[in-house]
Each structure stands twice: as C-alpha cells, then as structure tokens.
C-alpha cells in the first residue's frame, strides 16, 4: 500500500493501481495522512470534509466515508477514545528524508503536482500542503544552487518553476542570476519588471535582497560571475581578510586537515569559501558541504549524496565517499560545531583511504584529531576613537552591506562614524573597550 500526496491524493493498492475514491472519501484520506498518524476526532473531521455549511447528516455520512475507507486500506486506520488515526508513511515522509540527505534529484522526482491536490480545502490539508509547498520552495532552490555551483544547467528547471510560481522571489532570484551569467543580462532584467508587476497584483513590493541583486544586474557586478565549480557565487564582495587568506592558502598547502575555528559570526565560511575559490586550480575538484542545519547521525550519507557518491552492495558509507573523491581534491565541512564527533570520525575514517583528499573544516572548537592544524579567526578590528573611519575593513564591510541592502546606496561620508559604532556592536566585529566612545549616535 502507498500513500501519495505530492500531487493528486491517492492510495496505491497492492495490484499497483491507485484505488477509486469519492470526492470526500478521497479528503477524508487526505486529512488523516496530514494528521501524520495523530488521532483526529470527528468534529475536526466533520469540519474538515464539510468546510463550508455542515449538514445535518454529516456524522452518519462520516461513518459510512470511514467504513468505505477502511475497506481499502484495512487495519491501518484504527478507531480510539480521541477520534481516527492512519498509519501511513506517503510520499511526502520519502521526500523529506531524501531532501535531508542532499538526494535531491530524487526528492524533487516525487512530486507530481500541486502537495494534497483534491484532498479537499479543509484547514488540516491546507496547513499541510502549505507546509510541503515551503519544503519544495527551498529543496528547489538547493538543487538550483548544487547544480550551477556544479556549472550545470539550471535554465529550463527554473524557468518552468518561475512560470508556475511567478512571485516566487527566491527562485526568481536564481533564475535572474542564471540569465545574467548566460549573456542574457537584457532577460533577467525583464524577469525582474515582470515579477515587479506580478506583485504589484497583490499590493506588495519586491524584497531588498530582489532589489539589490536587480542593481548588481544592471551595472554588471563583477561578484555575479560564474563560480568555480563546487563552490557558491559570491553575493558580495571580500573585504578585510587578505592577510588572513594568504596565512590559510599557505597552511593547507603543507597540511591535509585544516580547521577555521572562531565564534559564530567571525567570518569562518566566508574565509573558507575564498580560500577553496583561491585554490581550486590546483586540485581535480572542489566540494563544499553544508552542514548547519544537519543534526547527529547519517553525516556520512549527507557527505555521500553532496559529492555526488553512489551507494554501493557491501561497501561502508567511506569507502563510496572515498572512491568518489580519488586524485586530488578539496572537501570543505561547513559548520562542524554541531556535528563535532560524526566529522571527526568522518574526517579520521577518509584521510588514509583517500590520499589526495585535503579537508577544510569550520568550527567553534577544534575537531581534535591528530594532524589538526588549527586557525583561530577573530572578528574585523574597529577603529580606534578618532581614527579614519573610512579606512577600516570593518566599516568598509558594514558599508558594502548596507549598499547591497539599499539597491546599491552606500552611506555617504558623515554616516560612516554611525558605521564605525555599528560596526563595532556586530557580533562579527571585534570591539575595543573604549568603544563606542560615550554619546555616540545610535546605529539607524
């Protein structure tokens, strides 16, 4: 028995055909697979399957709905004190599991239209299919950036899904981006006077990060360029950091593990992602693997599926990663600190089973393995009271992103002192004692 709810709601019996179901029986299935399994109890049934005026035999025409039901799918729709429950894995448990280990081909390969489509319009479906259409927004726009990150194609996939979805500003955005690195700057420009428009429909204005980047677009930013493979676009520019650069370059050059370590916000994925971009030429490939939102156990299937590696019969996680990455490569592990214990016995199991695999690691704290060579990395250095605030990387970098938030209006000369105090209360900014000086203006 399947369960499908990504496009058309449908049971799939065992003879391999979906089985046929009445308009409310079929809402009825609905509701008690977005229930996920949790008991749901008449009243919100009945409120469910007749959204609008309930009639006076809706509880009777419940049951019989709940009987016809039960025929098809048996013993796994149960009946208790707090009302029906289903017990049913759908699609939609498949493709979350599969977005969450980076399968995302597969993933997106699920859906077949519109989350929960003739499941009915009650406010348990609704919240569901909202949910899973959030979920699909972003495993999209994951596969978008995987994929140009990769200089793979992304046109046709995002143009279909632009048409479908045309105030979608996220993957507007990455369509934009993708017509400008073809050559076709005149057409992402269009795409962005288009979706000006389409949301001028509902009352509402393009987003600052919309905006900007339609600004960076038109004066031709050279940060819009195509990346090197494997690593992400820059959305601005590098500031500050050079020193810093060069001292990582040359320490990966004589070392196969390196680790950035700093506190949150001190720019440890942004050193490390320069430093990948650096040295991409020198190796066979480049893989950055994200590793923020992932919590403990499969870190290994997350690595394998980011790097592209297949599973293999009889052959460990590792080894498939390791095969994967034979000749010379570089694989960056982004953001270790939650995951501290899984990437150190990842990091421990490939180093001798890879030999020309180099790591870069981020983290709070060190991985603590033997070879570790670790680089603190503090945050941009304030200026000192009456100092030029003009010259410092960390005003110039607080500038540069105000800019890119105001459609390219950087502050003019008489705000950079406000800058510099603002700057100095960043969380990435390592602040003087003395500073703000007292009376100091409050950031805008």
Known sequence: MRYEVLGPVRVITGDGLPAALPPRMRALLAALIAAAGRPASAARLIAELWPGEVPPTAASALQVHVSGLRKIVGAALTTSSGGYALDARSDADEFAALAATGALDEALALWRGPAYEGGGTGPIVAAAAARLEESLLATRGQWADR?????????????????????????????????????????????????????????????????????????????????????????????????????VIRLLGTNRLLTVAGTGGAGKTRLSVELAREVAAEYESVHIVELAGHTTGMLAERVAAAVGAREEPGVPVAGSVARRLSGRVLLVLDNCEHVRADAARLVYDLLPLAPGLRFVTTSREPLGLPGEVVFSLDGLATPEPGADAARSDAVRLFNDRVAAARGGVALRPAELPVAASCAAASTGCRSRSSWPPPGCAPCP
């Open 147 to 247: 994929e140009a990150g990769a200089g793979r194609p992304v046109l046709a996939g995002l143009s279909a899904w632009v048409a479908a979805e045309p105030t979608s500003e996220p993957l507007v955005e990455r369509l934009m981006l993708a017509l400008h690195r073809a050559g076709r700057t005149a057409d992402a420009l269009d795409l962005y006077d288009r979706t000006v428009l389409a949301l001028s429909e509902y009352e509402t204005e393009p987003g600052t990060r919309l905006a900007a980047l339609a600004a960076a677009v038109r004066r031709r930013d050279p940060t819009l360029d195509q990346p090197v493979p494997g690593l992400p676009g820059s959305r601005s520019r590098f500031i500050g950091r050079r020193a810093e650069l060069d001292r």
